[in-house]
Nanobody, 122 residues
Framework: QAQFAELGGGSVQPGGSLKLSCIAA????????MGWYRQVPGKQRELVAL???????NYIDSVKGRFIISRDNIKNMVYLEMNNLKPEDTGVYYC????????????????WGQGTQVTVSP
């Protein structure tokens, strides 16, 4: 089963930017949709952005216009560029293969990595 490692999180002030990276430690995801999830304490993981294997992208409303998901199928990497960050963007971000249709992120195709923490606060 594919495994992932997420990098690039950190602490920023509101309005700041971060770029997250996800690399597949095992497996090839070039034929699958890939997504970024966010989890906050006490809540379920939420799919916030998805990129299909042909480059189509989808975003939840709260991040539209601020987040950009992209992928490099040769390098087995997926990125999430986050701009104009808000406190409500705070959480642990994970990536995975998405097997369900947008907006559902219920079915995934890989193991969960450790995630990367994003904290947005004044």
């Amino acid at each position: 089963q594919a495994q992932f490692a997420e990098l690039g999180g950190g602490s920023v002030q509101p309005g700041g930017s971060l770029k997250l990276s996800c690399i597949a430690a095992r497996g090839i995801f070039s034929i699958h949709s890939m997504g970024w999830y966010r989890q906050v304490p006490g809540k379920q993981r939420e799919l916030v952005a998805l990129a299909t294997n042909d480059g189509t992208t989808n975003y939840i409303d709260s991040v539209k216009g601020r987040f950009i998901i992209s992928r490099d199928n040769i390098k087995n990497m997926v990125y999430l560029e986050m701009n104009n960050l808000k406190p409500e963007d705070t959480g642990v971000y994970y990536c995975n293969i998405i097997l369900s249709a947008w907006p559902s992120g219920a079915r995934v195709g890989g193991s969960w990595g450790q995630g990367t923490q994003v904290t947005v606060s004044p």
